[in-house]
C-alpha cells in the first residue's frame, strides 16, 4: 500500500499562486509516476499533471501549460505542483496520485478556491 499527504491547498485571488505538495509513503518501490488530478463540484475527475518517478518527463493538461508546474523531490518521496496566474476556473479539490502497474493510489485531497 501506499499512502499520499498532500498539504498547501487555500484560498487565493485570481493570478495569485499556490503550491500543493504530496508526499508518499508506505511500499513506494516501482511507483512509475505521480500527479495531480482536479475535481469541482458537477464535472469529472480531469488530469492536470503528471510526473514520470524515473526520468522526471512531465505532461500537463493545456489548460495549465505555461502556469502550473510539477517537480519532484524523490529523497524526500514528494511532488510538488507550483500553480501561478491562478483563475478561478481553477477553483476544485485537487487530488494526488501515484500509480504502479495495475495499481492506482490517491490522497484525500486539497482544496483550492480562487476568488476573481
Known amino acids: 500500500q501506499v499512502q499520499l499527504v498532500e498539504s498547501g491547498g487555500g484560498l487565493v485571488q485570481s493570478g495569485g499562486s499556490l503550491r500543493l505538495s504530496c508526499t508518499a509513503s508506505?511500499?513506494?518501490?516501482?511507483?512509475?509516476?505521480m500527479g495531480w488530478y482536479r475535481q469541482a463540484p458537477g464535472t469529472q475527475r480531469e488530469l492536470v499533471a503528471t510526473i514520470i518517478t524515473s526520468d522526471g518527463r512531465t505532461n500537463y493538461a493545456d489548460s495549465v501549460k505555461g502556469r502550473f508546474t510539477i517537480s519532484r523531490d524523490n529523497a524526500k518521496n514528494t511532488v510538488h505542483l507550483q500553480m501561478n496566474s491562478l483563475k478561478p476556473e481553477d477553483t476544485a479539490v485537487y487530488y494526488c496520485?501515484?500509480?504502479?502497474?495495475?495499481?492506482?493510489?490517491w490522497g484525500q485531497g486539497t482544496q483550492v478556491t480562487v476568488s476573481s
Open positions: 508506505g511500499s513506494i518501490f516501482g511507483l512509475s509516476y
Open positions: 496520485k501515484a500509480y504502479r502497474p495495475f495499481y492506482d493510489y
